[in-house]
């Protein structure tokens, strides 16, 4: 069987991370095997949480995993606290990422034009790093930016991309993913969460695949806000498929429908954002 090493926290409540990325990537028979950088309460969108931070723990937790002989067909790495947990991942890197390792980075560092709490600098620095190390990276458009430009130009150009719509904006995406592919020396590159919308027409939500240089959008109706997890439902998904040999495009399918379909019930239950998605009433829609 397969395996991916998903260094990610795990959170009690708030369906994201670790908690999301079990289930996702057991379903689709790939073996996840978690490596926690935090354990926290609940997710850190709701008011308080109680946090365990792992940092310390997690070069001995990576020491046993070498003498048992673990050999990961995937590496996927989502939220980091800092720059010394981004410093461990690369370690974590060197020890166990082989040739042909798929390693899948979500460079989790902000959205809808703003960077989150816990940017600096340095943390940028440590993930421009990790995504060159990469064979795939899942930013959403505010990281994406984020990545080639740093924070402050992010701002400008983000509130540029906000006066454009329709086909133009589409292509201003795409050649910001071929610019990453190309900066980061990246295979594939996949922009999770664009709002697009027609003239007269619903809005919808886009994700772009970038793939040796060809661009695709896999769209769907955007229905409800903005939930937690949404994105390590996406990336776990990609991680596993990949693996298992799918395409790009097909795994970016099957994202989209799972999602689509969790958010539908989230919407219609009422789910708080903080909660993240229905999904475990989907699950059998990623099997293969």
């Known amino acids: 069987m397969k395996k991916i090493a998903v260094i990610n926290d ?9 908690t999301a990325a079990i289930p996702v990537i057991s379903v689709m028979g790939v073996q996840a095997c978690p490596f926690p950088t935090a354990v926290l309460s609940n997710q850190t969108g709701y008011e308080t949480y109680f946090c365990e931070d792992f940092t310390d723990d997690m070069e001995p937790y990576m020491e046993q995993w070498k003498e048992r002989g673990f050999v990961p067909d995937g590496i996927y790495t989502g939220f980091l606290s800092d720059e010394k947990q981004a410093d461990k991942i690369l370690k974590f890197m060197d020890m ?17 034009g703003e960077v989150y709490p816990i940017y600096t600098e340095a943390l940028r620095r440590r993930f421009c790093e990790l995504v060159k190390r990469s064979c795939v990276i899942t930013p959403n458009l505010t990281e994406a930016l984020v990545l080639l430009y740093g924070k402050e130009k992010m701002k400008t150009v983000w509130k540029e991309f906000q006066t454009i719509t329709g086909q133009e904006r589409l292509e201003r995406i795409e050649e910001t993913g071929r610019k990453l592919a190309e900066e980061f020396s990246l295979s594939a590159v996949v922009i999770t969460g664009v709002d697009q919308q027609e003239e007269g027409d619903t809005v919808k939500m886009g994700n772009l695949v970038l793939e040796n240089g060809k661009c695709s959008w896999v769209f769907a109706e955007k229905a409800g806000g903005s939930y937690s997890g949404t994105g390590d439902i996406f990336a776990s998904i990609l991680s596993a498929g990949l693996v298992k040999g799918y395409s790009m495009e097909a795994c970016a399918d099957m994202a989209v429908d799972f999602i689509s379909a969790s958010i ?12 993240g998605v229905c999904f475990e009433l989907h699950l059998g829609r990623l099997v293969r």
């Open 264 to 275: 539908r019930d989230a919407v219609k239950e009422g789910t708080d954002r903080n909660d």
């Open 96 to 112: 166990f990422a082989a040739e042909d390792t798929l390693i899948l980075t979500d460079p989790v560092m902000g959205d809808d």
């Open 10 to 18: 795990l959170s009690g409540l708030g369906k994201c991370s670790l």
